[in-house]
């Protein structure tokens, strides 16, 4: 298949000096053209203005004014939609592409469509620059077979198109403008005094890349991006591409981002899964860390991952759980409201245990419930020691809360009261979960949505009876010899901040002991 299209200008032309209606040789121009004639040239009418008066004179418009881009539209509009498969124009531009099997036919077709156009000129009184016309052959032949190359490129609307459409020089040309653009902001930069870092940036998104991304949805291979919808999706697509690289080389265009180039190089499924090692000695087993992020990634457990959910708003978020009064006063207006409560109100206390014993630490939780201040049921339970009193005291409140909606429908149809001492659980109950246990706080806001569920806080260690029962438990719970099955016996994510601050503590300690001993050996 060979590709052949020629490029054609308009040099000037001519208005009649009579109306359509006067003059016959006028009936084929287009009647909006008069609408966009200065009365300056015709001598009537305030400066600037436009009119339909009657020129009285023949005026001849080259390419120079700055109407000329408006009328030239006007004149070619008819040209143009006379055959739109073949004929294209943008202002006094126009081209002509025809694509078959041989340059032979191409270029009879081609000429045809020159006279025709000529003719069209002729009766129209627009004349056309034939220094300016330019053909090339877009085709792939080789040897005897491909056309002559006099033409290497041609220029169309400020983007070179070369016979193979490798955009060679189209790239050399964008990069170079967009070079001279950066060098010169670089300059002003360099001054005593000079623009902000912010202004800088502003001017190479402005200037730079618009210049060295122009023409890019032309000779780029196009691949799916979701941008073309957003308003704002061209100037995306444009900042998606680097400023350096493949531009300098002035190698074939191939715009593509680091994701896409990502995906074809890796194999499905891989970006998703540890790497492995698939042949030779070890295969089967995963590679060795090749990089100081996944180096430092073996160090930790690993741990339950966080989930992205939406914000989590419910009544009383956003005011102190104390009430900003002292836990003395708090707990007397505690036992005052837990007295007052009706009957078959449920309340839930539960706690928090972090323990050590011989250098080990444990960590487990605890949970009373009552109703009409009599306990109904309780538990405890021990979780994961990489963890936290934080992640006892929320797992604890699930835990407590999950037991109280197992019990028969006449205790979970009740208001249900969750009695915590920890304020830090509260906000998180409340508002958004913490991603440090995040998957107790998630069950607890679910529950909240379809039971009659209040949160509470009881300060610890007042007398209370309620939280010193659960206080008990839980110290009794830390030291259960099985963790609770599922994500409690997982490490936590506040118990990898604690292993990540002992390394870096340890680290620092060694290095400073290290740079010591240097420098004692460097004294004399």
Known sequence: MCHS???????AAETPATRPDEDPRMAADPPQAHRFLPHQQTGQGPPGGFHYAKPQRRLRHSTGIPLSPVLYMLYLSELLSQDSNIRFGYADDICLYKASTSVDINVASLVTEIRNIMHWGTRNKIAFAPEKLEMIHLTRKNGSRAPDWDQPALRWLG??????????RHVAERAGKARQVARHIRGLAKTVDGPPASALRKAVITCVIPSLTYGTEACRQRRPSGLEDHPYGYTLQGRRYPVGGGYAGGSQATFRTPHSNG??????????????????????SRQVAKTKIQRLGSLFPQV???????????????????GGVDKETAAAAFKTWWDDLPPDDVTIFSDGSEQYHERQKY?????????????IGSGAGSINPISHVFDAEAIG??????????????VRSQRLWMCIDSTSVIWCLRANASASSQWAFIACQNAMQVYNIRIKWSP????????????????TGAHTPDCDPGPASLPTISGIGSIFRDLRSGAQQSWWTKRKAKAVRSLP
């Open 5 to 11: 299209s020629i490029l054609y200008c308009i040099s």
């Open 159 to 168: 983007v070179w198109f070369d016979r193979r459409l490798t955009f060679r």
């Open 263 to 284: 995906r074809r190089s890796t194999p499905p499924g891989a970006q998703d899964h540890p790497p492995i090692i698939t042949r030779g000695r070890g295969a089967g």
């Open 304 to 322: 339950l991952r966080p989930t992205l959910r939406p914000p989590h708003y419910t009544h009383g978020c956003r005011v102190d759980p104390t």
């Open 363 to 375: 960590v487990g939780y605890g949970y009373a419930i009552y109703q009409n201040k009599k306990q």
């Open 397 to 410: 409140a699930w835990r407590g809360l999950q037991h109280t909606l197992r019990m028969p429908q006449e």
């Open 460 to 475: 610890g260690h007042t007398g209370i009876e309620g939280n010193e029962a659960a206080d008990r438990l839980a110290d």
